[in-house]
């Protein structure tokens, strides 16, 4: 079974100022790690995801997330935020079965004050 | 990159009545699509789980009769709610399954049902 924790329901930040949206997961296999945007009513868009290659993985808009096994966790950065940032981030694991849906975190909304 | 489209991104309805939604793959064959549910400022509840040309796998708590899930092509899966109430108002996004592999999916723009 796997399972997502995202720490932090609602971080805030001033623009230009890192971003990190933190995820811990929990899987009983090898897990693929994935983050995903939403932005107020609409879908979720893919940002990064991990698939057991390297453990840094860069994204779209400057976001970038490292997969850290001995923490079981990989956090979500940007070095400087942008207003555009603001939205809810979904952290989601997936064991690599196949046909097996994702597992979502409970989300974090990013608030960027000017 | 792949493309989901789902229709209708809002609709308005008056309970007992039925709404269907359709989510489309626009430029790959999905053969895999989940149903969400997410209500507000909160995460995604998978719904079911759609297979073309079989029946859909339900999660646990989610009536069958009352969600109606068809995956006729590996283009087109359809969610229809029946005999809708107030309760069922809720935002309904679908995905397809781009990578059997990794289990990375592919959102469509969510639909904003609300009954009246």
């Known amino acids: 079974a796997q399972s997502v924790t995202q720490l932090g329901s609602h971080v805030s930040v001033s623009e230009g100022a890192l971003v990190l949206l933190r995820c811990n997961y929990s899987?009983?296999?090898?897990?693929?790690l994935f983050w995903y945007v939403q932005y107020p009513n609409q879908g979720l868009q893919l940002l990064l995801k991990?698939?057991?290659?390297?453990?840094l993985v860069k994204g779209i808009n400057g976001f970038e997330a490292e997969f850290k096994k001995s923490e079981t966790s990989f956090h979500l950065t940007k070095p400087s935020a942008h207003m555009s940032d603001a939205a809810e981030y979904f952290c989601?694991?997936?064991?690599?079965?196949?046909?097996?849906?994702?597992?979502f975190g409970s989300g974090t909304r990013l608030q960027v004050q000017p | 990159g792949a493309v989901v489209s789902q229709h209708p991104s809002r609709v308005i309805c008056k309970s007992g009545t039925s709404v269907k939604i359709e989510c489309r793959s626009l430029d790959f064959q999905a053969t895999t699509m989940f149903w969400y549910r997410q209500f507000p400022k909160q995460s995604l509840m998978l719904m079911a789980t759609?297979?073309?040309?079989?029946?859909?796998?339900?999660e646990q708590g989610v009536e069958k009769d009352k969600f109606l899930i068809n995956h006729a092509s590996l283009t087109l899966s359809t969610l229809t709610v029946t005999s809708a109430h107030p309760e069922d108002s809720s935002f309904y996004i679908c995905s397809a399954l781009q990578d059997p592999r990794t289990g990375e999916l592919f959102f469509g723009e969510g639909s904003r049902l609300t009954v009246l």
């Open positions: 759609s297979n073309e040309g079989s029946k859909a796998t339900y």
């Open positions: 989601a694991v997936s064991g690599g079965t196949g046909r097996r849906a994702l597992t």
């Open positions: 899987s009983s296999v090898p897990p693929y």
């Open positions: 991990y698939t057991s290659a390297a453990t």
